[in-house]
């Protein structure tokens, strides 16, 4: 796992035991336990009945920590409207974004709030069942198995909490593909809708959180919205943990306000460009991510978001377009396969991109990769084909002045070594659950 | 009322029935998989498009009232 450390980059007043900053993450030097963490935020604060905790996170402005920042208070709702016991709620710690640490670094680290989280989200849909939905080759994995007992132990959770473990591809944590795996098929993402809030795991209502989400909502529940409010910004409350990887190769695990520039929390001085919000995210140029800060408000008029929180600093002297070519080849054999244009489609652009990051590539393949861009976008089952076109976008757009050094023959690269993480491994196929 | 073709893009295999039965508002890609008009289905041609639902071999093809 990564080294894990916590930016302070903003000072905040701690109320008496826990709800200081870092938030999620402990303080230095405090144990990870269940004594420790007992110590810090105490007991898991039920509120004795369904629906009570809603209005305090729709209050708090809490949103999806898994990429999407959708209101999380607008899915508890819709769940909450299934029959009492009917509905199911899920921890979502598939991270299968191999650029993201962040889930396991919480589930190393700070296990029992995302634990509390669970059984607190539980009570306010009113669930029957709670699953923790794990990467299957996360380090944790061995932990977490300790820690339902020992939290039985001390009468914490009153909904046991099943684990189901989830397959190392970029799409198991889709929510629909979880929904499937959950429910014992494959984690390949299905047509909706209708959507996993309405008919998810075995057909029935299914809260889907990520994992840092609920942690945040076991925070709220104690130290409540106006506390939560008290760091981020207006419009986007709190703090979220990023995955930081800097030019010097180095790779942290950092929780910081939301609306922190990205210039404190990356060092902007010896790189090139910046993957924002990671393989379906977007590259901006160093100079241009250095003026702006870890928020949508700004991003988004950029071509990026925040995403599951993936910064990553490429270092002058790498070739963005070697390194986007990587990319796309993997998001293209992490296709599922099903829908048709993303099944040629994707393909024929990592194909192109290859093309493109060699010298002196066919004067025909900028128009190749227009054209199939436009062909898969927003023609597939999930988001898949989006995203892929988003990144492949921003990189023809920021490493443009890179592909004319290609076509006359150059390359700015320094090393051929990789930069990016990619999994080793070819994937197949059959290799779902 | 106003209805709108979508397709089931995992049920589709690309057979290409709808897009020659429906050139006016289906066509198919390079892979064969059908490019669809997002426009309303005009009055004139819903009977063509009913057809392309029910003949299409996947069942993936929808014709759907507008919301």
Redesign the interface.
């Known amino acids: 796992m990564s080294p894990v450390t916590a930016a302070a980059t903003q000072a905040y007043q701690a109320p008496a035991g826990g709800g200081g900053f870092p938030r999620l993450l402990p303080p230095a030097g405090q144990g990870t336990d269940l004594r420790a963490h007992l110590g810090l935020h105490g007991p898991v604060p039920y509120r004795g009945s369904a629906g009570a905790l809603i209005a305090d996170v729709r209050a708090a402005g809490l949103t999806g920590r898994g990429g999407a920042a959708f209101p999380v208070h607008r899915k508890l709702e819709a769940v909450a409207a299934a029959r009492a016991g009917r509905a199911i709620v899920v921890g979502n710690a598939a991270e299968g974004e191999p650029a993201s640490h962040k889930d396991e670094a919480l589930l190393f680290l700070a296990p029992h709030l995302v634990l509390d989280g669970l059984q607190l989200a539980a009570e306010a849909v009113g669930a029957g069942r709670a699953v923790l939905y794990v990467r299957g080759d996360l380090r944790a994995r061995a932990r977490l198995n300790d820690y339902l007992p020992e939290r039985d132990a001390h009468g914490l959770d009153r909904l046991p909490v099943e684990i189901v473990w989830s397959p190392n591809r970029f799409l198991a944590g889709e929510e629909s593909a979880l929904a499937s795996r959950v429910s014992g098929g494959p984690a390949v993402p299905?047509?909706t809708p209708p959507r996993v809030f309405e008919r998810g795991v075995d057909g029935r209502p299914t809260l889907v959180q990520n994992v840092e989400t609920l942690a945040h909502l076991a925070l709220i529940a104690r130290y409540g919205p106006g506390w939560f409010r008290s760091l981020g910004t207006p419009d986007e409350p709190g703090t979220m943990l990023c995955t930081l990887r800097q030019a010097s190769g180095s790779v942290d695990v950092a929780e910081a306000a939301i609306g922190t520039p990205l210039a404190t929390l990356l060092d902007l001085s010896a790189a090139g460009a910046v993957l924002v919000g990671g393989y379906h995210g977007a590259w901006l140029p160093a100079a241009h991510a250095a003026g702006l800060t870890l928020s949508n408000a700004q991003l988004r008029p950029a071509g990026a978001f925040t995403g599951a929180g993936v910064l990553a600093a490429l270092p002058a002297g790498r070739c963005g377009l070697i390194e986007s070519a990587r990319v796309a080849r993997y998001l293209a054999l992490e296709s599922a396969g099903?829908?048709?244009?993303?099944r040629?489609?994707l393909p024929s652009i990592a194909g192109a991109m290859a093309e493109l990051a060699g010298p002196d590539p066919h004067p025909r393949v900028l128009d190749d990769l227009s054209r199939w861009a436009g062909?898969v976008e927003g023609?597939?089952?999930c988001h898949h084909p989006d995203g892929t076109v988003r990144f492949l976008r921003s990189a023809l757009g920021v490493f443009g002045p890179e592909i004319g050094l290609h076509q006359q023959g150059r390359c700015s690269a320094a090393t051929g070594r990789p930069f990016l993480p990619v999994p080793a491994g070819p994937s197949t196929e059959a290799d779902w659950s | 009322m106003p209805a709108k073709l979508s397709v089931n893009p995992i049920a589709c295999t690309g057979h290409g029935m709808c897009a020659e039965l429906l050139p006016e508002l289906i066509q198919a890609d390079e892979w064969g998989y059908p490019l669809i008009s997002g426009q309303p289905v005009p009055v004139r041609l819903l009977k063509q498009a009913k057809r392309a639902v029910t003949d299409c071999p996947a069942l993936a093809l929808r014709l759907a009232s507008q919301k």
Do not use: H, M, T, V
Not at chain 1, 338 to 342: F, Y
């Open positions: 299905r047509f099903q829908c048709g244009p993303c040629n489609g062909l023609r597939g089952a």
